[in-house]
């Protein structure tokens, strides 16, 4: 099972469960740095679903074990870097991945829906980071990722201003903190998916799911095991020099005008 890629390194994976099938990125991610040799600590608000990831990633002979934890909450961000120090040892490698939606034009959105779209999909982030990096350069530096998407860099599909803007802080923490933290030996990089399939989006309807593949150049959906691979080359030492980055996971959508595929969209 372990092919050396990240023997060694100790992981946090944050938002480790998934909602179902198909699976999650945080599953698929902690599932992958699992067999690629890390251990990893499987941190969700639904332990129930950690759980599960926990069971798959024993299954197959990784070393993981389950934090349950709110990580809007500082204090929980605190006791989980703690309890990852008390088990492993250290931390090489944070993971930021979950997330909420958060619809509506701004002049449709009120006060609640900015507060928990900020809490859940930035605030959490910052916090994580804040106690992830004194352990992580204690322990001779590593690699954080944020996960962000393609609706923090560009408009997206769907009218959708509380998630788009957290998303976009994504990054731009994603880059603050690597300037600010490459002395410590730390790389900070930022992974923006595109058009994932996965559970969150089965509520969709055939046509919409038409477009996503459609629109982009390559014609197909991605899933969360696109953003989990791209996620353990980061994580390991071939990524030593790549820090600030951030990558569109979207199948060259990035890359195209709404012109430039309209065929591909009309076909």
């Avoid at 916090?127 to 998407?149: F, Q």
């Avoid at 998303?167 to 994603?174: N, R």
């Avoid at 002395?183 to 930022?190: E, F, L």
């Avoid at 509520?203 to 899933?223: C, F, I, M």
Wanted: hydrophobic share 45%; charged share 20%; net charge negative.
């Amino acid at each position: 099972m372990n092919s050396g890629r990240l023997a060694g390194k100790i992981a946090t994976v944050v938002g480790a469960g998934s909602r179902g099938e198909p699976a999650g990125t945080g599953y698929a991610t902690a599932a992958l740095f699992a067999r690629e040799g890390a251990k990893v600590l499987l941190v969700d608000y639904d332990g129930e679903r950690a759980e599960a990831t926990l069971r798959d990633i024993t299954e197959a002979g990784g070393e993981a074990s389950v934090f349950q934890a709110d990580v809007t909450s500082e204090d929980a961000c605190r006791a989980m870097i703690d309890e990852c120090r008390a088990r492993y040892g250290g931390l090489h490698i944070l993971f930021n991945n979950v997330a909420t939606y958060g619809m509506g034009m701004v002049t449709e959105v009120n006060a609640a829906d900015l507060d928990e779209a900020f809490n859940i999909n930035l605030k959490s982030m910052m916090l994580a980071c804040k106690h992830a990096i004194p352990l992580m350069s204690a322990s001779g530096g590593g690699s954080i990722i944020n996960i962000a998407s393609i609706d923090g860099l560009r408009a997206g599909f769907s009218r959708n201003v509380p998630y788009a803007v957290t998303k976009a802080g994504a990054v731009q923490l994603s880059r603050v903190l690597a300037v600010h933290h490459g002395r410590d030996n730390i790389r900070v990089n930022c992974l923006a998916p595109g058009h994932i399939h996965g559970a969150f989006v089965r509520h969709l309807d055939e046509r919409t799911q038409s477009l996503r593949r459609k629109a982009g150049p390559l014609g197909t959906e991605g899933n969360a095991w696109d953003v989990a691979w791209a996620s353990v080359f980061l994580a390991s030492d071939e990524a030593r020099w790549i820090s600030g980055v951030v990558l569109p996971i979207d199948a060259g959508l990035l890359a195209a005008t709404p012109l430039s595929v309209l065929d591909n969209i009309l076909e």
